[in-house]
């Protein structure tokens, strides 16, 4: 089945800078690839996806790519800010059946 | 609109004990599905149900058992509580299943001594 690695598992930034989560996935037939935020002691939230067909998304300050020759995607977020502190899940799915998440990355923006 | 709603939040179980985790979503999706989390090792993925009538086994299915009652509402089931079951458990609901958004509830928080 499907196996989704996420790094790094913690990460501190300074407010302003940017913040870069990878997620490496291992079935070459997985066409989704969603990233979710959870605030301490909150449910979790889709922030941004893409799909297969799309090698970069952006939102405003959020931004995801794809390289699905490598089987990796990544989250990036510019211009930090504190409340972008949480825990960010990327995740993996081919078809509508299941979704697959990484381990989290804890990231924390100091002011 | 209420959105995905779990009930307990908060339980306390001795080893051994059954109980019932409820789920109902009134967003009229597909698919709902039963998450637990533990720090370190992300949401893995116990149960999902694709469609009303359907449920199939996901990640760590091993100790619980679900019910699709109706469109609505997915339970999850631990007959026999153990300790390594202690987690926060999220469900979650989907119009379009694995491609789309996944909607989650708050949360229960289950402990098992």
């Known amino acids: 089945g499907e196996n989704v690695e996420q790094h790094p598992s913690t990460l501190s930034v300074q407010e302003g800078d940017s913040a870069v989560i990878k997620c490496t996935y291992s079935?070459?037939?997985?066409?989704?690839f969603p990233w979710y935020k959870q605030e301490l002691g909150k449910r979790p939230q889709l922030i941004i996806d893409?799909?297969?067909?799309?090698g970069e998304k952006k939102d405003q300050r959020i931004a995801v790519t794809l390289n699905k020759t490598a089987k990796h995607f990544s989250l990036h977020i510019t211009e930090t800010q504190p409340e972008d502190s949480a825990v960010y899940f990327c995740?993996?799915?081919?078809?509508?059946?299941?979704?697959?998440f990484g381990t989290g990355t804890r990231l924390q923006v100091f002011p | 609109n209420a959105g995905v709603t779990q009930t307990p939040k908060f339980q306390v179980l001795k080893t051994g004990q059954s109980m019932t985790l409820q789920c109902a979503q009134d967003m009229n999706h597909n698919s709902m599905y039963w998450y637990r989390q533990d720090p370190g090792m992300g949401l893995r993925l116990i149960y999902y149900s694709a469609s009303e009538g359907t449920t199939d086994k996901g990640e760590v299915p091993n100790g619980y058992n679900v019910s699709r009652l109706n469109k609505r509402e997915f339970s999850l089931r631990l007959e026999s509580a153990a300790p390594s079951q202690t987690s926060v458990y999220f469900c979650?609901?989907?119009?379009?299943?694995?491609?789309?958004?996944?909607?989650f509830g708050e949360g229960s928080r289950l402990t098992v001594l």
């Open positions: 979650a609901s989907s119009e379009i299943g694995a491609a789309g958004e996944l909607f």
């Open positions: 079935d070459s037939a997985s066409n989704y």
């Open positions: 893409i799909r297969s067909n799309v």
């Open positions: 995740a993996a799915s081919k078809g509508t059946d299941k979704l697959i």
